[in-house]
């Protein structure tokens, strides 16, 4: 067994291997207990991970996700016959940040990996109390919805050498239904990453990006280079989702989050139906599934997906990324490097995870108003 495969089963096994409470059932004989001790302090990357904090995210998946225990917990055991690993697919790493990302066999949820100490010791200790209440009192809104946090317990040797990442988050997959869009035949769902690239990017502004492989230069943000047409009503709706959204997070020193943006085009049939915000019910060919994860299905919402006011497209859209927080000892090393390279090189101004929070904010917000055509009726 591979290392991506003992650390799906780690995962796997704090998700539906323990109860609600996260607490797992533990054998009273000695001598199992005994070699699980001894076999969880050699193992280099299956740790014992746990659920922090499960109360609080089954509240929010029950009350206000509907979804329920039993239907989340489906989703990550294995088919029958299958083993527990096999319940989760590792699909890479994904940007800078040296995350790895598992996907379920149902592609409901996403599994992402938080290696980084001031990201996940952020998460835990000073957002995660905000989060939760913030998602209770706006169900819809645009942060992604994370459904559990996992950590690891206890000490081992893959711990220690940092083998295997000590922390996990489960969250909605805001692509979901795609695979089946695809195997319809409809058109290719569309998605980009944004967040503002005014900033000073190391990676693309020195040597005119000389000096970085085009790899990595891909790995930066993207740029939507169209609008997205919308009425009024569901303009101020989504401006008003974002004030609040990015609100919590400057208030908590948040900076560096992105806007992840699907598109799906609609059929030629649909558009001349002159397809309204309604046409994302289960019976049209590319609305989302009713049995969509975390979401009710009506009425339309970003996560479940929304109709372009011109009939064309329906868009999807959720906040990532937002566990880079300026007060942290590695932010504030990196804020003090680009200060330095400010004063003694060149003038090339802050990047975007050594703004302010509340510049960034504001830049973020500017972007995503720039990105939205307003259609008269």
Same mark, same amino acid.
């Given at each position: 067994? !591979?290392?991506?495969?003992?650390?799906?089963?780690?995962?796997?096994?704090?998700?539906?291997?323990?109860?609600?409470? !996260?607490?797992?059932?533990?054998?009273?004989?000695?001598?199992? +207990?005994?070699?699980?001790?001894?076999?969880?302090?050699?193992?280099?990357?299956?740790?014992?991970?746990?659920?922090?904090?499960?109360?609080?995210?089954?509240?929010?998946? &029950?009350?206000?996700? /509907?979804?329920?225990?039993?239907?989340?917990?489906?989703?990550? @055991?294995?088919?029958?016959?299958?083993?527990?690993?096999?319940?989760?697919?590792?699909?890479?790493?994904?940007?800078?940040? !040296?995350?790895?990302?598992?996907?379920? /066999?149902?592609?409901?949820?996403?599994?992402?990996?938080?290696?980084?100490?001031?990201?996940?010791?952020?998460? &835990?200790?000073?957002?995660?109390?905000?989060?939760?209440?913030?998602?209770?009192?706006?169900?819809?809104?645009?942060?992604?919805?994370?459904?559990?946090?996992?950590?690891?317990?206890?000490?081992? +040797?893959?711990?220690?050498?940092? =083998?295997?990442?000590?922390?996990? +988050?489960?969250?909605?997959?805001?692509?979901?239904?795609?695979?089946?869009?695809?195997? @319809?035949?409809?058109?290719?769902?569309? /998605?980009?990453?944004?967040?503002?690239?005014?900033?000073?990017?190391?990676? @693309?502004? +020195?040597?005119?990006?000389?000096?970085?492989?085009?790899?990595?230069?891909?790995? =930066?943000?993207?740029?939507?280079?169209?609008?997205?047409?919308?009425?009024?009503?569901?303009?101020?709706?989504?401006?008003?989702?974002?004030?609040?959204?990015?609100?919590?997070?400057?208030?908590?020193?948040?900076?560096?989050?992105? =806007?992840?943006?699907?598109?799906?085009?609609?059929?030629?049939?649909?558009?001349?139906?002159?397809?309204?915000?309604?046409?994302?019910?289960?019976?049209? /060919?590319?609305?989302?599934?009713?049995?969509?994860?975390?979401?009710?299905?009506?009425?339309?919402?970003?996560?479940?997906?929304?109709?372009?006011?011109? !009939?064309?497209?329906?868009?999807?859209?959720?906040?990532?990324?937002?566990?880079?927080?300026?007060?942290?000892?590695?932010?504030?090393?990196?804020?003090?490097?680009?200060?330095?390279?400010?004063?003694?090189?060149?003038?090339?101004?802050?990047?975007?995870?050594?703004?302010?929070?509340?510049?960034?904010?504001?830049?973020?917000? @500017?972007?995503?108003?720039?990105?939205?055509?307003?259609?008269?009726?």
């Amino acid at each position: 067994m !591979g290392r991506q495969e003992r650390i799906a089963r780690s995962i796997v096994h704090a998700l539906v291997r323990t109860n609600v409470n !996260g607490i797992k059932k533990k054998s009273r004989n000695p001598l199992v +207990i005994i070699l699980a001790i001894f076999s969880a302090f050699f193992s280099l990357y299956q740790l014992l991970m746990r659920k922090i904090r499960p109360a609080d995210f089954s509240k929010l998946r &029950r009350e206000y996700w /509907n979804v329920g225990d039993e239907d989340y917990a489906d989703s990550f @055991r294995p088919r029958e016959g299958a083993k527990d690993e096999e319940a989760l697919t590792a699909i890479g790493d994904m940007g800078f940040s !040296g995350s790895t990302f598992y996907t379920t /066999n149902d592609q409901k949820y996403l599994v992402k990996s938080v290696p980084r100490h001031s990201e996940h010791s952020f998460f &835990r200790y000073d957002l995660l109390t905000p989060y939760v209440q913030h998602m209770a009192r706006h169900p819809q809104s645009l942060l992604v919805r994370i459904c559990d946090f996992l950590g690891a317990s206890g000490t081992s +040797i893959g711990r220690i050498l940092r =083998l295997a990442p000590s922390h996990h +988050i489960v969250m909605e997959n805001i692509m979901y239904g795609r695979a089946e869009a695809e195997k @319809r035949g409809d058109a290719k769902w569309e /998605n980009w990453d944004l967040k503002p690239t005014s900033y000073f990017y190391p990676e @693309r502004d +020195i040597a005119d990006g000389a000096l970085t492989s085009e790899t990595t230069k891909d790995q =930066l943000a993207d740029e939507f280079h169209d609008k997205i047409v919308l009425s009024q009503e569901q303009a101020d709706d989504l401006f008003a989702r974002l004030e609040e959204d990015t609100s919590l997070l400057a208030e908590h020193n948040a900076v560096d989050y992105s =806007l992840f943006l699907v598109r799906m085009k609609l059929s030629r049939e649909e558009v001349q139906e002159e397809v309204q915000p309604e046409a994302c019910k289960s019976d049209s /060919n590319l609305a989302p599934p009713e049995s969509g994860p975390s979401v009710p299905p009506k009425p339309p919402t970003w996560k479940t997906g929304v109709a372009s006011a011109d !009939g064309k497209y329906v868009y999807r859209a959720s906040i990532l990324d937002f566990f880079w927080a300026k007060h942290k000892i590695q932010p504030k090393f990196m804020t003090l490097l680009i200060n330095l390279w400010n004063l003694l090189i060149s003038k090339d101004g802050p990047m975007s995870i050594t703004t302010t929070p509340e510049e960034y904010r504001q830049r973020f917000l @500017r972007m995503c108003r720039g990105y939205v055509e307003i259609k008269k009726d």
